[in-house]
């Protein structure tokens, strides 16, 4: 690309941009024609210049038939070269016929589309239904590219500031939904996807403590649980039946089963409602077979979830206590 600053590389105002082989100009202004010529030549070069039109002719003709040249130097603040640039651009601009600029007016940024009917072609390729899809291998390169590429905190930060107070129209959440619809079903078929997404999860949450460890739930909050959950199981019948399922075949480890038998084994008396008798029995076990009821009522009762169990409520006994006649000391010991 060819220069001529006439002596004023360092000096600001109006400069012409020539395109020597079919005679299209671009006209501009600059505090420092020198610096203004660079940022031309590297953008040009670089293939991202923000003029599409001035880009298309240089990548077809190259940057040898370019001429840079000074028209007029203006000093003074910027509003005084863009008046001398808007004369200038009255004289030249026929609508990217042979000139590159966009726009008549220099206070006008250029079109977003850049054709020479902007908004036609913005319509046609709204109405146009085949739209670009990425291809699995254009997915593929991309992905490959941004592996291992950690998004900065001032980074996120901006993306915060800038969708807060954001929201989705009725009209968009809705084609959201109509698009994901199935999808996530789809990927949950399938295995692969599956384990990923497993051990993705269980990397994340490695080394940090549960979101609710420490949390004390106060009893509002447990009612509200309970009760939700009562409501998920008389609405789902088919949710205890998969549980049941996912179950079947599952053994408990060996200190499960240990606890599970200290907690069988612990002495606990029985007060009939009835009589007002009280019989101590050496372990819940001994004491549900005697009674004939489940363990698990007995638990029940201790958790306050049943005031009774087949006429009898529980207390559990402490093993140091001294059992004061002999006719008790033998149902104790069975």
Same mark, same amino acid.
């Given at each position: ?7 004023? *590389?360092?000096? *600001? ?15 501009g202004s600059?505090? =420092?024609f020198?610096?203004?010529w660079r ?18 002719? /240089?990548?077809?003709c ?6 840079? =040249? ?8 910027? =509003?005084?070269?863009?008046l001398?640039?808007?004369r ?8 990217q ?10 206070n ?7 054709? /020479?009917n902007p908004?036609?072609?913005a ?11 990425w ?27 800038? &969708?807060?107070g ?14 994901n ?6 990927r ?5 996807i ?17 979101w609710?460890?420490g949390?004390?739930?106060?009893? =509002?909050?447990?009612?509200?649980m ?8 008389? &609405? &789902? ?10 179950n079947l ?6 200190e ?8 069988l084994?612990?002495p606990?008396k029985?007060?009939?409602?009835d009589t ?17 009821? /489940?363990?698990?009522?007995?638990y029940?009762?201790?958790k ?5 169990v ?14 004061? &006649? ?5 149902q104790?010991?069975?």
């Amino acid at each position: 690309m060819e220069y001529d600053y006439n002596g004023f *590389s360092l000096k *600001s105002g109006v400069y012409k941009l020539t395109n020597k082989l079919n005679g299209r100009v671009y006209i501009g202004s600059a505090r =420092e024609f020198k610096e203004r010529w660079r940022e031309h030549t590297k953008r040009l070069k670089s293939g991202n210049h923000s003029n599409k039109f001035l880009q298309a002719d /240089y990548n077809k003709c190259g940057e040898d038939v370019f001429v840079f =040249e000074v028209i007029e130097v203006i000093d003074g603040p910027q =509003e005084n070269r863009l008046l001398v640039e808007q004369r200038y651009i009255d004289q030249h601009y026929d609508d990217q016929q042979q000139c590159y600029n966009l726009t008549r007016s220099v206070n006008k940024r250029g079109p977003k589309c850049h054709s /020479y009917n902007p908004e036609n072609t913005a319509a046609k390729r709204k109405e146009n239904p085949n739209k670009h899809r990425w291809s699995e291998e254009e997915k593929k390169v991309i992905s490959e590219k941004l592996r291992g590429h950690i998004v900065s905190e001032e980074t996120r930060q901006k993306l915060r500031e800038r &969708n807060i107070g954001k929201k989705h129209t009725e009209e968009s959440k809705h084609k959201c939904s109509k698009s994901n619809k199935g999808k996530h079903k789809e990927r949950l078929m399938n295995p692969e996807i599956r384990q990923k997404a497993i051990e993705a999860s269980i990397l994340s949450k490695k080394g940090k403590p549960a979101w609710n460890k420490g949390k004390v739930c106060t009893k =509002e909050e447990v009612e509200k649980m309970s009760l939700r959950a009562k409501e998920q199981y008389a &609405n &789902n019948p088919d949710i205890k039946r998969k549980l049941r399922e996912a179950n079947l075949g599952k053994k408990q480890s060996e200190e499960t089963k240990r606890k599970r038998i200290e907690k069988l084994q612990k002495p606990i008396k029985a007060i009939s409602l009835d009589t007002g008798l009280e019989t101590i029995y050496p372990s819940i076990k001994k004491a549900c077979e005697e009674l004939g009821i /489940y363990d698990s009522y007995i638990y029940q009762f201790f958790k306050g979830k049943v005031k009774s169990v087949k006429g009898y409520i529980f207390e559990m006994v402490d093993t140091r206590i001294v059992i004061p &006649n002999l006719q008790q000391a033998l149902q104790f010991l069975g």
